[in-house]
């Protein structure tokens, strides 16, 4: 009779460090949501000044006004400009074949005096949540997608930006109709890729958000709640613009 061999400590640990490599991946794959935000930061009374974490901040002109809130479903983004151009951005990695949407919410509840992406000397949004996609030279060729909320052109409109060439404008919302209300929005950034750029589309290495009110010489304001990445299909989510 065989004598069965003794299994080592080694060999032992060597399997559960396997097995819980395997699980964890497992768990990513089966993760249908690439979170961007919940927006964090240190707190007094109902406010927070300051940058939210794992953000950095972007100033074209004037001051920055941005702020975390406790209002809606908890910890809200709020940003206002006057006669101001600033971008929060975060670096984050996403293949569109695997998370292809994009939901966030968002509010309105000023926007910027005659505002129109289609003129360069009007070029500014309450709102916008800007997909980039990285390509080096990246101040050069890389691409973004912008989400926009706009004063005057219609829902739906792309547009080229007239300032930056690098970017393409997706009117998502457009005027007062819904503004000071919470809205919910979920666009296929993958398909909204390739219709305008005629390509498969690339790795996403970032999100930024932004608002500006500096050509109109005006004013906006508005409010971010949660954006992420998401695999779910469109029929459990609330379409728009698709």
Request: aromatic share 10%.
């Amino acid at each position: 009779m065989k004598k069965m061999k003794r299994t080592t400590p080694v060999c032992i640990g060597l399997f559960l460090l396997v097995s819980l490599y395997l699980f964890r991946a497992d768990l990513v794959a089966m993760d249908p949501n690439v979170r961007v935000s919940t927006f964090t930061g240190k707190f007094t009374n109902e406010s927070s000044s300051g940058l939210p974490d794992d953000w950095s901040v972007r100033v074209w002109r004037g001051t920055p006004e941005i702020e975390l809130v406790k209002e809606h479903k908890g910890t809200v983004l709020k940003l206002r400009s006057h006669q101001s151009n600033v971008a929060l951005y975060k670096e984050v990695d996403v293949d569109l074949t695997q998370h292809p949407r994009l939901s966030w919410e968002w509010k309105v509840t000023e926007l910027p005096e005659h505002g129109d992406a289609r003129h360069g000397e009007r070029d500014d949004q309450a709102a916008g949540i800007y997909v980039v996609f990285p390509k080096f030279p990246a101040f050069l060729n890389s691409r973004i997608i912008g989400y926009v909320w706009e004063s005057d052109v219609p829902q739906g409109t792309i547009v080229k930006s007239r300032n930056d060439s690098r970017i393409h404008y997706v009117v998502v919302r457009s005027g007062k109709q819904e503004a000071g209300e919470w809205v919910h929005e979920v666009r296929n950034v993958e398909q909204d890729y390739e219709r305008i750029f005629g390509e498969q589309a690339s790795m996403v290495g970032g999100v930024s958000l932004m608002i500006d009110s500096d050509h109109t010489h005006s004013s906006s304001e508005s409010f971010f709640g949660d954006i992420y990445f998401t695999s779910m299909p469109m029929l459990s989510m609330r379409q728009t613009g698709q």
